[in-house]
């Protein structure tokens, strides 16, 4: 799996290097997977090749939601707002029940929450059975469906007039209509992206020691004046030392 996990970042880093003309530094990554050991072993393939991580792994579920988020979000003070979340795609699909309070989004319902389902015959079928599951059984503290205030619909087949007829079945008639439909299967990916680098730029001087030693140094990406500023740094720690042991050397002889 790790060799499988290094193949394919490989690939990805090669493509954007190519595309930028130098090489990267950072990363991140937006996973629909559970298990702990699938995140690890993609973590540390990253990390292999020479790339860190600016913020911990997340689910690539929660970076298209909330690339759909609504808008305004509640305040402090006021009640949180229920988002379904469908992913669907002719291979995949995905199914999840998010929150949203003070801004953020946050996975409130871990349990109600599906991993990413791939090549199933019957995906309508399965969406039906799941949105069904997640209904019967819906957290204590929520009215569902009635309770969904947010309907996130994406993926690269978001649009399937199959999947509408299904929503429209299952969903209030006004959720379905005002559906957050999401335009591009990349934008999820963007705002990642736009996020990482909005960090990165305002705590540029900490991301170089968090980097792989030397790659900033080589990369075209990077201010320069952080790559000089930390060179002349360890010029003067290396003279300090040198010129340290010079003098104790002197002080020696002289005794």
Not at 181 to 191: E, K, M, Q, Y
Not at 232 to 255: C, H, K, V, Y
Request: with cysteine; aromatic share 6%; hydrophobic share 40%.
């Amino acid at each position: 799996m790790f060799i499988g996990s290094l193949a394919h970042l490989l690939a990805l880093i090669t493509a954007v290097e190519t595309y930028l003309g130098t090489n990267i530094c950072f990363a991140e990554l937006d996973l629909d997977v559970f298990e702990d050991h699938q995140i690890s072993v993609t973590r540390d393939a990253l990390h292999a090749l020479g790339l860190r991580q600016v913020h911990t792994t997340r689910p690539a579920s929660r970076s298209m939601t909330m690339a759909q988020r609504p808008d305004p979000a509640p305040e402090y003070d006021e009640e949180p707002k229920i988002i379904l979340s469908i992913g669907h795609s002719p291979r995949w699909y995905t199914v999840d029940l998010f929150m949203v309070e003070d801004g953020a989004i946050e996975i409130s319902f871990p349990d109600f929450r599906s991993s990413t389902k791939m090549d199933e015959e019957h995906q309508l079928e399965e969406i039906e059975r799941s949105l069904k599951h997640i209904f019967a059984n819906s957290p204590s503290n929520v009215d569902l469906p009635n309770g969904i205030q947010e309907l996130v619909v994406y993926g690269d087949d978001s649009k399937n007039e199959s999947l509408g007829n299904l929503l429209a079945r299952m969903l209030n008639a006004d959720l379905v209509r005002d559906a957050r439909v999401s335009s591009s299967a990349f934008d999820g990916a963007n705002l990642t992206a736009r996020s990482v680098h909005e960090d990165m730029d305002r705590n540029h001087v900490e991301m170089r020691g968090l980097s792989a030693w030397g790659c900033q140094w080589r990369s075209a990406l990077y201010p320069a004046s952080d790559t000089i500023s930390g060179l002349r740094e360890a010029t003067n720690d290396i003279t300090n030392t040198l010129l340290g042991g010079n003098q104790n050397s002197n002080a020696r002889d002289e005794l």
